[in-house]
Every structure is written in C-alpha cells, then in structure tokens.
C-alpha cells in the first residue's frame, strides 16, 4: 500500500500538469487512471481536492489548496449529491 507521501508526491505531478491531464501511474497499484477534483466557494481560487485511482480506489484528500485557473471546480453551494456525484468512495490514505 502507498504512503501519504507518495500519495502527495503523485498529486504534486499531477497538479502540475493541469489544465492538462496526466497518465502517472497510481501509487498503489501503477494503473493509469489518476482522477483529481476540485471543490471550492465560486471565484474563491482555493478549496478542497479529491485525488484517487479509479482502479484501486484509494487516496487522498486535501483542504486549502490553490485551484488552478482554467481548471473546472466544483461549487460548495451546490448540493452535496451534485458536486460529487462522479467521486467515488474510496479509501482515504491518511
């Protein structure tokens, strides 16, 4: 299993990347499908990401990050089941 750390070191890259999308392999299980979500108050440029494997389905969760421009971010007004009906329940890495 991954560590925090290297859950962190995965996101740093693929933060990085955006607004493009990025193939790092999880790291956890090496598969391809690395998803990233943003959420945050409207125009606010910072709020929460949600980082995981698709495959897997572990990762990690962080608060008070920078939210890139040009990249799409959910709103913390919207419902709770509009703003991550697409984030699935995976394991927290902690």
Do not use: K
Request: glycine share 6%; proline share 9%; with cysteine.
């Amino acid at each position: 299993m991954a560590t925090f750390d290297e859950w962190l070191d995965a996101y740093d890259i693929v933060y990085r990347t955006l607004p493009a999308t990025s193939d790092l392999q999880c790291p956890n299980c090496a598969h391809r499908t690395l998803r990233l979500a943003f959420t945050g108050p409207p125009g606010a440029g910072y709020g929460y990401a949600s980082f995981w494997c698709d495959t897997c389905l572990e990762g990690i969760h962080l608060s008070r990050v920078v939210i890139p421009e040009r990249t799409p971010a959910r709103s913390l007004e919207a419902p709770a089941e509009e703003r991550g009906w697409d984030i699935p329940n995976y394991r927290l890495i902690t």
